[in-house]
C-alpha cells in the first residue's frame, strides 16, 4: 500500500529555515506530478509549490525566492526548503503525488502532513 510521509516540520523563529522530507513507502510508483500544499487554521488549502517530472517547478507568489521545492535521488522522494520563514507561512504542509503511469488509472496520493510553525 502507497504511502506518503512528511517529516522536517517544527517551530522555529522568523527569517529562520526549515527543510521538508516527503517520502514515498509501500509499493512503489512513479509520480509525474508532486506538489508542496498548506493548510493554516481557519484557511483554505493552498498550493505552494510543484514539481514535475521533467523538473519544471512552480510557485506559490508568497513563497517566490524564498521556497525551493526538489526531486531527491530515490525515487518518489521530494524536498521543500524554505528560507526567510515568516510568521504568515505558519501551517501544516502536506505532500501530494499525481500520477497516471498505472494501467488501472490515475492515482493521487496524499501524505497526513507535517506542522510548521514561525513565531513573529
Known amino acids: 500500500q502507497v504511502q506518503l510521509v512528511e517529516s522536517g516540520g517544527g517551530l522555529v523563529q522568523a527569517g529562520g529555515s526549515l527543510k521538508l522530507s516527503c517520502a514515498a513507502s509501500g509499493v512503489t510508483l512513479k509520480f509525474n506530478i508532486m506538489r508542496w500544499w498548506r493548510q493554516a487554521p481557519g484557511k483554505q488549502r493552498e498550493l505552494v509549490a510543484a514539481i514535475n517530472s521533467d523538473g519544471s517547478t512552480h510557485y506559490a507568489d508568497s513563497v517566490k525566492g524564498r521556497f525551493t521545492i526538489s526531486r531527491g535521488n530515490a525515487q518518489n522522494i521530494i524536498y521543500l526548503q524554505m528560507n526567510s520563514l515568516k510568521h504568515e507561512d505558519t501551517a501544516v504542509y502536506y505532500c501530494?503525488?499525481?500520477?497516471?503511469?498505472?494501467?488501472?488509472?490515475?492515482?493521487?496520493?496524499w501524505g497526513q502532513g507535517t506542522q510548521v510553525s514561525v513565531s513573529s
Open positions: 501530494n503525488g499525481f500520477g497516471i503511469e498505472s494501467l488501472q488509472g490515475p492515482y493521487d496520493y
